[in-house]
């Protein structure tokens, strides 16, 4: 068989992921390689298991075409969210569909220990069957700092500053880790897997704990000079406003749109306790705003006309055809969204800003974990020796790898408040 280069492989794997099932012809068309470079990796791919034979299509003419599609428990990956009010970690297949799901409180604003990571990750990878385990292809992990380039976290909502915490977790797991700033893998995702698919020009907005915003520009995501670009959460959206941002500027977008800052205004207005607005309270001043509540609307109100405001800017200056809201948002989206869509309108160029489509994200309260394991799927790509992994002969032999790590994290406590979903599929 001729030698079948690295980026025929790529390629060809790209758009069996994103298309899920394909025929030969089908990936023939997406990749623009030549008959005979599909069709050889593509037979390479089925004898070692990494794609299978799922039907056969007719044709008009009557010719039968093979669908094909990625051998989605071939591989697995170990994912964590570190955005929310919850920490998250799940085992996800190739696919990035979750396998197994652990979740644990954590008060935000407290500073995150990284061994409290590093047990997460763990756990989901202790809990998987044991040819999962043996076939975790990588780590993937979405978090909400800002990353230089040697690969250091400064993360101000999780008390961090210039941590490696790529090295310390692939020194404990000897598995490669990825590593990408929340609103950047939730546009990846969405790109790959939700409503931004063959979208070229879109923007994902994250409105949680923080906001920022990750951006496809044609067709490719935009890092920025010093890898920080999307820092929209920090754009001055109000010169004259009190609100003290955790950046230190005070007028911030975060500071009076992000929800612990929802919840912090409401309180405010109602008597309550504004210093501990965290938690999953945002939720409920949206429920206050559905039930009349004027408190809760006025502050509503204004996160809604300030996020449109940054939206309007971010519609001046990228002219997307997309802008996907994700986050905390996604349960907001009926008493936020009207008044974010009139301010869009209002304040951007009119051509733009009517060409538009704003609209919350569809792949739910797990995006952030998809998020990383299409991340992980992506650097998998690229990395010739987890490329070669993928490409080789499947072997279901029990594990190889060994877990290191200090005896005194291996008898974990299992938080009252955690949750553990094993999908009855994955059994
Ligand atoms: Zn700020």
Known sequence: MPKICDQWYRDILRVLYQRRTVTRRGIIEATRLNVASVS??????????????VGELQTSRGRKREVLTLNAEAWYFAVADLEGSRLRFALTNLIGDIRFLWEEDWEFGNKLNVERVINGIKTVIQNGRPEQYSQILAIGISHPGIMDKNGCITAVNLGWSDLSLAAEIEERFNIPVFLEEAHRSCVVAEHWLGAAKDVADCAYVIVGNGIGVGIFLGGHLVQGHDGIAGELGHLTVDLNADDKCNCGKRGCLEAI?????????????????????????????????RQGDAAAIVVLDRAARYLGLALSHLTNLFNPQLIVLGGDIIYGED????????EVLRHALPKAAENVDIRVSNLGADILLKAAASLAF??????????RKICSPI???LPA????????????????SSRLRTP???S
């Open 40 to 53: 050889h990796t593509l037979q390479h791919l089925l004898q070692c298991g990494t794609i299978l034979k």
């Open 257 to 289: 749109a992000s929800s612990p800052n929802i919840v912090r205004q409401y309180l405010e207005k109602t008597g309550g306790d504004g210093e501990h607005p965290y938690g999953h309270r945002v939720l409920e001043v949206y429920e206050k705003a």
């Open 335 to 342: 008493v936020l969204l009207p008044r974010i869509r009139d």
């Open 378 to 387: 992506q650097n998998a790509l690229e990395s010739p020796t987890l490329l």
């Open 395 to 397: 072997s279901f032999e």
């Open 401 to 416: 790898v060994k877990i290191s790590g200090p005896r005194s994290v291996a008898a974990q406590k299992v938080p009252r």
């Open 424 to 426: 009855a599929s994955a």
